[in-house]
């Protein structure tokens, strides 16, 4: 057989660019291409990824105009521009590609498409060359009944929402408040145009989900109920192969010798996400709340992380001398590697999905404190379903002294802890032979055989 004939049947994977979104389309890449297929991913030149990580890829890079992802600006706006400039590109070299393969004896020039839900366009470039699309979502399953009622919530009056109504339940969306629903503080006009641009994806052929059937069965029941096509829960991807780092930032592995040194379950890990920022009074609290907790504590601070900064310049006086020996900063952590570091305790996250997920499959209890997005909902699941994280109510050092030290030191704590090991146990069983997302895999696996002529 020539090597021609080696190639696996062709799958186009299309990322967004942002960090949360790109991390588990790489992942899904390298599940998939250990399943037999052959892999083109598609990015921007904004936040590529690093191609020598991927050498079992091939990679496509679509041009833009933008320089850097200003979390601050108008997100619509940045997505129309965002797809609108990649539709043309990627439509010339999916024309192109089919007939490439249509040279090959053992395929029909069929190509399947998986893309990031807000990379929408796909769709219609997937329509106008008859090919079959799939949605990959990065966000949790329990995110998406919340999102899809915010349309009807907003035409009854309910959003913004009214300080009053904060934490009161939302009827039908059990055990969500008003506080937790994505985008609640949105104004009107934007929040118009986000729903508009939700409603471009109307035919997907399936969708993948970063999830476990056990974790959100509920909110998964409810999905395959509204969308009527194929869903697969094959999570957690950051355990299901190997896949090299897929960080956008250098990530400092020193970390992990300061971390050998270290008590067992003594530390605790504090990173905020790649976009989230913070004013300098914020980060005054969390640092003396830090400090004043009198344990151990690896936190990563971005360049850039706070306002106006370089790095650590507006540290408040007098606590780099406070923290020696008991405190490291650093700029960017191997993330994966920490959480399964024996002296980390518990997990300060902003419960984006990725490192939610990352955290359960660790067994490593959570402090939540959400910024944007789908992360409130997780930050509820956290807290009051799976009760595997402490809610972070407000940004007060003595708050921070309060919940580093109930998660670290107190019998509720350790209480979390137990729980955080057994949810660890199920995600493992999950990819087990006879393991909800080893099946659906294998599902996922033959309709794409199916779709690309196998």
Request: glycine share 6%; charged share 25%; with cysteine.
């Amino acid at each position: 057989m020539g090597e021609e004939r080696k190639r696996g049947k062709p799958l186009v994977l299309v990322a967004s660019p942002f960090q949360g979104h790109m991390t588990p389309m790489l992942q899904l890449g390298s599940v998939l291409h250990s399943k037999g297929f052959s892999i083109t991913m598609v990015h921007t030149k904004l936040n590529s990824p690093d191609h020598s990580n991927h050498p079992e890829f091939e990679f496509f890079v679509i041009s833009d105009n933008f320089l850097a992802i200003d979390a601050s600006a108008n997100f619509t706006t940045f997505l129309e521009a965002l797809n609108d400039n990649s539709k043309k590109q990627l439509q010339d070299h999916l024309a192109r590609k089919m007939i490439e393969e249509k040279g090959r004896d053992d395929i029909d020039g069929r190509i399947t498409i998986i893309h990031d839900n807000i990379m929408y366009f796909v769709e219609e470039v997937a329509n106008n060359l008859g090919l079959p699309s799939i949605v990959l979502r990065s966000s949790s399953a329990s995110y998406m009944p919340a999102f899809l009622a915010l349309p009807k919530l907003h035409a009854k009056g309910h959003l913004p929402v009214k300080d009053s109504m904060l934490q009161e339940l939302v009827p039908e969306l059990h055990p969500l408040r008003y506080k937790d629903l994505p985008f609640n503080s949105t104004p009107t006009e934007v929040a118009t145009e986000m729903f508009a641009l939700s409603d471009r994806i109307r035919t997907p052929s399936a969708i993948i989900w970063n999830t476990m059937e056990h974790l959100e069965h509920s909110a998964l029941t409810r999905l395959r109920q509204h969308y009527r096509v194929p869903i697969f829960a094959i999570g957690p991807l950051s355990k299901m192969v190997r896949c090299p780092s897929t960080s956008f930032l250098k990530e400092d592995t020193d970390c992990i010798s300061w971390l050998d040194k270290q008590a067992p379950r003594s530390v605790i890990y504090v990173s905020l996400g790649s976009l989230a920022t913070m004013d300098e009074t914020e980060l005054a609290e969390t640092a003396w709340g830090l400090a004043n907790s009198k344990q151990p504590f690896l936190w990563v601070v971005r360049p850039g992380s706070v306002c106006g900064s370089e790095w650590v310049e507006f540290f408040p006086e007098g606590f780099t001398e406070e923290i020696k020996g008991r405190g490291l900063v650093l700029k960017w952590a191997p993330q994966k590697e920490v959480l399964a570091h024996f002296a980390v305790g518990g997990f300060w996250s902003h419960c984006g999905w990725n490192s939610t997920l990352e955290s359960i499959s660790e067994g490593v209890p959570m402090i939540c404190r959400p910024v944007m997005g789908d992360q409130c909902v997780n930050s509820r699941y956290l807290s009051y379903v799976w009760r595997i994280g402490l809610e972070l109510e407000q940004l007060d050092r003595k708050v921070v002294v309060s919940a580093i030290r109930r998660l670290l030191v107190d019998d509720e704590g350790k209480e979390m802890r137990q729980r955080a090991i057994e949810m660890k146990e199920k995600a493992k069983y999950c990819l087990c032979n006879g393991g909800s997302s080893y099946k659906s895999l294998n599902d996922l696996v033959g309709f794409l055989q199916i779709q690309t002529g196998f």
